[in-house]
């Protein structure tokens, strides 16, 4: 990203950017790249975000639960039971 940064590019930029590659220690596609792509894709309105604030008041106004949205929790047992 810093080379990115000194180098002037754009986040639309970093979907194509060139990183190492070693099969053994990481994939074809860098995180770099999937903001790049993640980045393009809602400049070009293919996605929409929901930020956390957003989410706590759709909860709680009950608008998620009538919402074709899907939630996917990834957090472990343990840190949804020390809630």
């Given at each position: 990203?810093?080379?990115?940064?000194?180098?002037g590019m754009t986040a639309r930029d970093l979907q194509d950017v060139e990183l190492c590659y070693a099969p053994s220690f990481g994939a074809a596609r860098d995180p770099v790249n999937f903001a790049g792509m993640i980045a393009a894709n809602i400049m070009d309105g293919l996605l929409?975000?929901?930020t956390p604030l957003?989410?706590?008041?759709?909860?709680?106004s009950?608008?998620?639960?009538?919402?074709?949205?899907?939630?996917?929790d990834v957090r472990e047992a343990a840190s949804v039971a020390a809630k």
């Open positions: 990203i810093a080379t990115a940064m000194m180098g929409d975000t929901l957003e989410l706590i008041d759709s909860v709680k009950g608008a998620f639960a009538s919402s074709k949205t899907t939630l996917l």
